[in-house]
């Protein structure tokens, strides 16, 4: 194969399953930001390789992806240490059809990304590979650098780990929807009655500020607490905010203006017609995605 053909081949592949690659990269890191690196750092190593000694190109992106997310991973744990407040994945808008794809839009939730931050990065990794895209064991076994007996124990104590803490269960498009549309009129029209009632009795509340903007310290759970801080701070906003529902991480959300700019997204995670979970993300360096659509796969 000449160099010209070659390179044409390269990123004829590459692009092909870019977006597999960035979803896993993501999944792995909760930062688009970041999985788009790793994606540049994952092209600069497929460029120089020679395809002809690649018996499947799919795996072998997969496996560098991999590798590469895994080094920024630990990077990031020791960055994520010294974050001023509460930490929240980066919200991407995602196309109506991932939420049609229940698993898929499962796994790249909010609620999902958060508990994966709990695993350490090789579980995560592990988890992420076999639960979420179906890779053997002998294919993530290359990918992390273990065996695959070891990583069969690693992806056994993960899925435990998971299971303990993941939502309860997964959650039709027009259920999610339900609540958000119940959750998005009682907060328009501001009545704390409302609010009590379109709330789960255990909702939990979370934001992320990135300690330039203001957000809660710590999680807020209860439907008295949640309503009661929700209502404060329409009080402190009053008419100039405006709220548009969208998708984000493939379920329904908030794109929350004032006065006409962004000023976060509200991840609205709904169960039997309540709301159990908010996830409010104020941080502007994580807010670059959510006015284009981000293609996600697996």
Not at 58 to 65: E, H, I
Not at 164 to 193: C, I, M, N, Y
Not at 218 to 231: C, I, T
Request: net charge negative; no cysteine.
């Amino acid at each position: 194969m000449s160099e010209d053909g070659g390179l044409a081949s390269a990123t004829e592949t590459f692009v092909a399953h870019r977006d597999l690659l960035f979803t896993v990269a993501y999944e792995m890191l909760g930062s688009a930001a970041d999985a788009e690196d790793v994606l540049q750092e994952t092209w600069l190593r497929w460029a120089d390789v020679d395809l002809d000694t690649v018996r499947d190109r799919r795996a072998y992106l997969v496996k560098v992806t991999t590798r590469q997310a895994l080094m920024r991973l630990r990077a990031l744990g020791r960055r994520r240490e010294s974050y001023v407040g509460p930490w929240l994945p980066e919200p991407l808008l995602t196309a109506p059809d991932v939420a049609e794809d229940v698993e898929l839009a499962e796994n790249v939730s909010m609620a999902m990304l958060l508990v994966l931050e709990t695993l350490q990065p090789t579980e995560r990794a592990v988890f992420v590979l076999r639960e979420v895209f179906g890779l053997d064991y002998d294919e993530i076994a290359e990918a992390v650098g273990r065996n695959p007996a070891t990583v069969r124990q690693i992806a056994h104590r993960a899925r435990g780990h998971v299971a303990a803490r993941r939502p309860r269960g997964a959650v039709s498009p027009a259920e999610a929807q339900g609540a958000l549309k119940a959750f998005q009129r009682a907060v328009e029209t501001g009545d704390l009655q409302s609010l009590l009632d379109v709330l789960a009795p255990d909702v939990v509340a979370l934001s992320d500020g990135g300690g330039v903007r203001q957000a809660l310290l710590r999680p807020v759970v209860g439907a008295d607490r949640v309503a009661r801080v929700v209502a404060a701070g329409l009080r402190r906003v009053g008419a100039a905010m405006s709220l548009e529902a969208v998708q984000v991480n493939g379920g329904p959300a908030l794109l929350v203006r004032l006065d006409g700019e962004i000023d976060g997204v509200m991840v609205v995670r709904g169960e039997d017609g309540l709301v159990t979970g908010l996830y409010y993300v104020r941080n502007p360096e994580k807010l670059s995605r959510v006015e284009r659509e981000t293609a996600v796969s697996r």
